[in-house]
């Protein structure tokens, strides 16, 4: 597998070194004693197995697919090394182009519909370079997108909300199934709850910690909740089949290519999957250039559905959920679960504000940990016996993530749900992101904390996803009157997680 020419070792501070695993094996036939067989190389680059008697049989290459990783390089921490042919921007300016020819040679019937959804952090990525704010860019990115030819564009904080209002509804279901008792089972629906938004540390967990998959949160990311939308609900709409819609996701991260090539996610009846393409920031950044185009002065155009955030708005804004660019699931699932637990009112904010130091709250209680600000807790108190009533945490980066795993496995973690991030800094220092000009980690770090800052607040007041009306018409409308309740929800809404067997461990880690 090659490697991103992008990625930067310098900037790692828990890379993760490849071992022998990263070598897919191939089954070795033992005959007990050599058979004088050599290994010739062929005019074309093949390779021969030249027999005793001199017959020469062509061997087949070794193929490598995304299922074939084991986690082990720095696609797990960084993000930044997952390149795959199918999903780059290339192969989003080659269907435009098939588009294209195909409308103008009068087959317009058989050209994709385009779907293009865009991450909150891309997003607030390209507004700390181009310095514009994130609603401008959003709206100069749908114009350059649609004057190449695409027909939708749409925001992944939209899904973002239908999965934190389903993520939250997971845990609540978990922690009475558990009646709030943390590892009572090793059964999937135990607590704790990990999130499972970044496919950097599910890739990571599956592979090298499978003993942790049965606390993992089965409620897809927003990336892939979107991908069932388009692929399902719009595809439903628009009269069309799920294959006849090409889904594009810009993203701040690799390992979201990743995320979209799983089985779990491609539809064996339509043979495509609910994410077709993954574009990186970057690359979308690095398309622009190659196209002539500048977001410096691209012009601007309305905002498709799916931007707005109550189904009957006119003013065009942004949608925004409380929380770091990790997504906010520690924040909302927190205030969600006080108030369906304990009839405790607390709003996401409130948990936001006390989890960075900005505020005080009487039933809220925040730490860091080893004052690392990639490892904090926040808990929520009894207001009657002042006692903890639920400890949530967010581990961010790959040396707090294996603490975690070790407490988690010895039995010595008191935290009832985690948020997790492969990337120090969560999403906004996902490998995919623009970088800085000075590449000196000064630069670096005052730049993604500009981007968080950006994607915190964006816009500055926030709602609660489930006032989302134009989310709950979509709910309503999708899966009837059960709404997320029905079995329909929960099969499109849900996926799972498979533990790999690795012969050894070869794993090099150097702090």
């Given at each position: 597998?090659?490697?991103?020419?992008?990625?930067r070792?310098?900037?790692?501070?828990?890379?993760?070194?490849?071992?022998?695993?990263?070598?897919k094996?191939?089954?070795?036939?033992?005959?007990?004693?050599?058979?004088?067989?050599?290994?010739?190389?062929g005019?074309?680059?093949?390779?021969y197995?030249?027999?005793?008697?001199g017959?020469?049989?062509?061997?087949?290459?070794?193929?490598?697919?995304?299922?074939?990783c084991?986690?082990?390089?720095?696609?797990?921490?960084?993000?930044?090394?997952?390149l795959?042919?199918?999903?780059?921007?290339?192969?989003?300016?080659?269907v435009?182009?098939?588009n294209?020819?195909?409308?103008?040679?009068?087959?317009?019937?058989?050209?994709?519909?385009?779907v293009?959804?865009?991450?909150?952090?891309?997003?607030?990525?390209?507004?700390?370079?181009?310095q514009?704010?994130?609603?401008?860019?959003?709206?100069r990115m749908?114009?350059?997108?649609?004057a190449?030819?695409?027909?939708?564009?749409?925001?992944s904080?939209?899904?973002?909300?239908?999965?934190?209002v389903?993520?939250?509804?997971?845990?609540?279901?978990?922690?009475?199934?558990?009646?709030?008792?943390?590892?009572?089972?090793?059964?999937?629906?135990?607590?704790?709850?990990?999130?499972?938004?970044?496919?950097?540390?599910v890739?990571?967990?599956?592979?090298?910690?499978a003993?942790?998959?049965?606390?993992?949160?089965?409620?897809?990311s927003?990336?892939?909740?979107?991908?069932?939308?388009?692929?399902?609900?719009?595809?439903?709409?628009?009269?069309?089949?799920?294959?006849?819609?090409?889904?594009v996701?810009?993203?701040?991260?690799?390992?979201?290519?990743?995320e979209?090539?799983?089985?779990d996610f491609?539809?064996?009846?339509?043979r495509t999957?609910?994410v077709?393409?993954?574009?990186?920031?970057?690359e979308?950044?690095?398309?622009?250039?190659?196209?002539s185009?500048?977001?410096?002065?691209?012009?601007?155009?309305?905002?498709?559905?799916?931007?707005?955030?109550?189904?009957s708005?006119?003013?065009e804004?942004?949608?925004s959920?409380t929380?770091?660019?990790a997504?906010?699931g520690l924040?909302?699932?927190m205030?969600?679960?006080?108030?369906?637990?304990?009839?405790?009112?607390?709003?996401?904010?409130?948990?936001?504000?006390?989890?960075?130091?900005?505020?005080?709250?009487?039933l809220?209680?925040?730490?860091?940990?080893?004052?690392?600000?990639?490892?904090?807790?926040?808990?929520?108190?009894?207001?009657?016996?002042?006692?903890?009533?639920?400890?949530?945490?967010?581990?961010?980066?790959?040396?707090?993530?294996?603490?975690?795993?070790?407490?988690?496995?010895s039995?010595?973690s008191?935290?009832?749900?985690?948020?997790v991030?492969?990337?120090?800094?969560?999403?906004?220092?996902?490998?995919?992101?623009?970088?800085?000009?000075?590449p000196?980690?000064?630069?670096?770090?005052q730049?993604?904390?500009?981007?968080e800052?950006?994607?915190?607040t964006?816009?500055?007041?926030h709602?609660?996803p489930?006032?989302?009306?134009?989310?709950?018409g979509?709910?309503?409308?999708?899966?009837?009157?059960?709404?997320l309740?029905?079995?329909?929800?929960?099969?499109a809404?849900?996926?799972?997680?498979?533990?790999?067997?690795?012969?050894?461990?070869t794993?090099?880690v150097?702090?």
């Open positions: 597998m090659s490697f991103s020419g992008g990625i070792l310098t900037d790692l501070n828990d890379y993760i070194t490849p071992g022998q695993e990263c070598i094996p191939v089954q070795v036939k033992k005959t007990g004693q050599a058979d004088g067989s050599k290994i010739k190389v005019e074309e680059g093949d390779y197995e030249v027999s005793k008697d017959e020469e049989t062509k061997l087949e290459k070794a193929s490598i697919t995304l299922n074939d084991l986690a082990c390089s720095g696609c797990v921490t960084s993000a930044e090394t997952v795959i042919t199918m999903q780059s921007h290339h192969e989003l300016l080659s435009l182009e098939e294209r020819r195909l409308r103008e040679s009068d087959s317009g019937d058989m050209a994709k519909y385009v293009v959804t865009i991450a909150p952090q891309s997003r607030a990525s390209l507004a700390l370079k181009y514009l704010s994130p609603l401008i860019v959003a709206k749908t114009a350059v997108l649609k190449m030819g695409v027909d939708r564009v749409v925001d904080a939209f899904s973002r909300d239908l999965t934190l389903e993520s939250a509804r997971e845990f609540v279901g978990r922690f009475r199934k558990c009646n709030g008792k943390l590892q009572s089972d090793q059964d999937s629906g135990s607590l704790p709850v990990l999130a499972s938004w970044c496919p950097g540390w890739c990571y967990a599956e592979k090298t910690h003993e942790v998959l049965p606390w993992m949160s089965t409620t897809k927003p990336q892939q909740a979107m991908g069932t939308v388009v692929k399902d609900y719009l595809s439903k709409k628009l009269g069309l089949t799920p294959d006849k819609i090409y889904h996701a810009i993203m701040m991260c690799y390992d979201k290519k990743l979209a090539s799983r089985d491609y539809s064996d009846i339509y999957r609910d077709d393409c993954v574009v990186t920031t970057g979308f950044d690095r398309m622009l250039a190659e196209t185009t500048s977001l410096a002065t691209a012009p601007e155009a309305a905002l498709d559905s799916l931007f707005k955030t109550h189904a708005d006119q003013e804004q942004l949608y959920s929380g770091t660019s997504g906010g924040e909302y699932t205030a969600y679960a006080a108030r369906e637990l304990f009839g405790i009112n607390i709003s996401p904010e409130e948990v936001a504000k006390v989890g960075i130091g900005e505020a005080t709250h009487p809220l209680q925040s730490k860091t940990v080893r004052n690392q600000a990639d490892h904090r807790e926040i808990t929520l108190l009894d207001p009657t016996t002042n006692q903890p009533r639920l400890v949530f945490a967010a581990v961010y980066g790959f040396r707090h993530l294996q603490n975690l795993v070790r407490k988690l496995k039995g010595r008191v935290y009832h749900y985690v948020e991030a492969a990337c120090p800094s969560a999403c906004s220092n996902g490998g995919g992101q623009i970088q800085p000009a000075d000196s980690p000064a630069a670096k770090k730049w993604v904390a500009e981007t800052h950006i994607c915190r964006t816009p500055s007041e709602q609660l489930e006032n989302n009306t134009a989310l709950g979509l709910i309503y409308e999708w899966f009837g009157p059960e709404g309740d029905s079995a329909a929800a929960k099969q809404l849900h996926t799972q997680f498979h533990g790999v067997v690795a012969k050894a461990n794993l090099g150097s702090w």
